[in-house]
């Protein structure tokens, strides 16, 4: 059906085919088993543990439609006995089994209509619908959805043409709330092909409102985007890229559209800090240039104020605790020159989610005092941290992977491993699929560094913290990176060399081996020879 209905599907789309019979039931059911293996720190063959975690974090419902087949009432009993429960399009009645589904463990509802409503229920899930009057439907589920060249009505930015997207703040009086302004053409004035320059300029008013909250809002223009079927968004700044499919030009999406959605979701996710948003959308080549000469000073001086932060200047570090929905005992200490693992998260978003929800996730942790300041530990985050692991963990050390490391949820974007015969790290992205010289593969070792454990050797972090400087800095810092793949070194690039001149090691880069130069620890030890690497001649790490 889905097929028929040419609904893409794959990771990116939410939507992922396991197979057609029912015996491939088994393979979300074991997903649903490894999650709580990787994340909820839970030891294989501990049943009860594992449906714990599958009845209390993977909420699932599985729905089988039309006729039930002896197999497939077999197969409903087994997720059932994983704690999730069964929807048929039938009239039965609701069945509980108390202590093995949280709510009822088989229902019926001959309404097929009501189905996705009663599976959501069933799992006590509620959605917020966000109903906004644009013409193609509206959903996070579109957010991966990409629109290939050959359904492109227009285009902008990319290769193609001028485009950013831009946040400034004005006075309060000075800004009319909803009011769009379009100058140039609309989309459907154009020409299949066309590729436009394009500015969307938001003006945002606020009595709470602060020019660090600027980038915060602007960065979410590309999943507000996104939402909306047919129109797909890549980048940020000046750096973006949009594509309208034919589709959504056939249902006459407009320029506007674009500020009727930008408007809504402000309003909606920025309402503590924002109370009037005003946005001007232009085609005209003139004025995208004077705009966007305008944005790019501000873009640089957002850098500097970035660059400008570190550990030393700020009284406070943040905690996020949003992965503790599935690895419960994980905290993740954001600190101005250390992100989230996950990369999603810098301390300048950590502060402005507690300004906008002060019972949220992100709580500030003051510092306190000093008591290691060489792997940097300090008081008040160790309080913190037990406070918030369930009192599972005492201490953490932010810069060194050796002693008291942070813990990793699973959402990180790279694998810090310990290779002891090198005397260093490797660093493996999550991208990368093929061997590392510990001889397993990113998902391996994921498989042993995430669950909220603190495994001293072993660490996950964001892509961006191997440019810190505070990048395992009790360790020997990035000097001690001996291996990496080969598209992690092409996305450092050149930000990595100018960190490697600064630490005097200038031809550092040169000297880490990747994939093409080693996959095994054999081949490893003989390349960091001959290029002299660093770490080899650093002190002893075991
Ligand atoms: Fe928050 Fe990201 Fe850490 Fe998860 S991984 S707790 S989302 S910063
Ligand atoms: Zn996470």
């Excluded at 029912?22 to 049943?47: E, H, M, Y």
């Excluded at 972090?461 to 440019?467: A, E, I, N, T, W």
């Excluded at 200038?506 to 030890?525: G, H, M, N, Q, Y």
Aim: hydrophobic share 40%.
């Amino acid at each position: 059906q889905i097929k028929d209905e040419k609904i893409e599907t794959g990771w990116e789309n939410y939507i992922v085919p396991y197979g057609r019979d029912i015996v491939s039931a088994i393979f979300p059911i074991n997903w649903a088993v490894r999650a709580a293996l990787t994340f909820g720190n839970v030891k294989k063959g501990d049943k009860a543990s594992i449906l714990k975690y599958t009845r209390e974090r993977v909420l699932a419902t599985g729905v089988k439609l039309g006729e039930i087949t002896d197999i497939e009432v077999a197969a409903a009993w087994g997720a059932v006995n994983m704690g999730f429960p069964v929807l048929v399009n039938a009239a039965l009645p609701k069945l509980e089994i108390p202590g093995v589904c949280k709510h009822e463990a088989i229902a019926g509802e001959p309404d097929i209509s009501k189905i996705p409503e009663e599976a959501l229920q069933m799992r006590g899930i509620k959605i917020k619908v966000k109903k906004i009057p644009i013409p193609v439907p509206y959903s996070a589920a579109f957010e991966g959805e990409r629109v290939r060249k050959e359904d492109t009505f227009v285009q902008f930015g990319g290769k193609y043409s001028r485009s950013f997207e831009f946040v400034t703040t004005r006075d309060l009086e000075s800004l009319e709330d909803g009011k769009i302004e379009i100058a140039g053409k609309e989309i459907k004035e154009m020409k299949e092909g066309d590729t436009p320059p394009l500015a969307i300029w938001v003006d945002v008013a606020g009595r709470k409102m602060l020019p660090d909250y600027e980038p915060i809002i602007e960065r979410q223009i590309h999943s507000y985007i996104n939402y909306a079927h047919g129109i797909f968004h890549m980048g940020q700044r000046d750096m973006n890229w949009l594509r309208i499919s034919r589709e959504a030009a056939a249902k006459e999406f407009s320029l506007r559209h674009l500020g009727v959605i930008i408007h809504a979701r402000i309003h909606e996710d920025f309402s503590n800090i924002v109370d009037k948003v005003h946005i001007r959308i232009t085609s005209v080549s003139e004025e995208v240039e004077t705009l966007h000469s305008e944005a790019k000073k501000t873009y640089l001086e957002r850098d500097e104020r970035m660059a400008g932060l570190t550990d030393e200047a700020v009284k406070e570090f943040y905690t996020c605790l949003l992965c503790q929905s599935f690895a419960p005992n994980h905290v993740c200490i954001v600190k101005p020159e250390r992100l989230g693992l996950c990369g999603a998260y810098n301390w300048l978003d950590c502060k402005v989610a507690f300004e906008i929800n002060p019972t949220g996730a992100n709580q500030p942790v003051p510092k306190g005092n000093p008591i290691d300041m060489e792997n940097g530990e300090w008081e008040g985050v160790n309080k913190a941290v037990y406070e918030n692991s369930n009192k599972t963990l005492g201490r953490f050390q932010a810069y060194s992977i050796m002693t008291y490391p942070e813990t990793s949820c699973g959402c990180f974007e790279c694998i810090i491993a310990i290779v002891p015969e090198a005397n260093g790290f490797m660093i493996v992205n999550r991208e990368y699929q093929g061997m590392t010289p510990v001889g397993m593969t990113f998902t391996t070792l994921a498989g042993s560094v995430g669950g909220g454990q603190q495994t001293p050797g072993f660490m996950g972090v964001g892509r961006l913290y191997l440019l810190s400087k505070k990048f395992l800095k009790a360790d020997g810092g990035i000097k001690r990176i001996i291996w990496m793949p080969k598209e992690l070194k092409e996305f450092l690039g050149d930000r990595f060399r100018q960190r490697c001149a600064e630490e005097g090691v200038p031809d550092l880069f040169e000297k880490i081996a990747d994939e093409t130069s080693a996959t095994t620890s054999e081949e490893l030890l003989p390349f960091l020879e001959k290029t002299g690497h660093p770490a080899l001649s650093l002190p002893p790490l075991l």
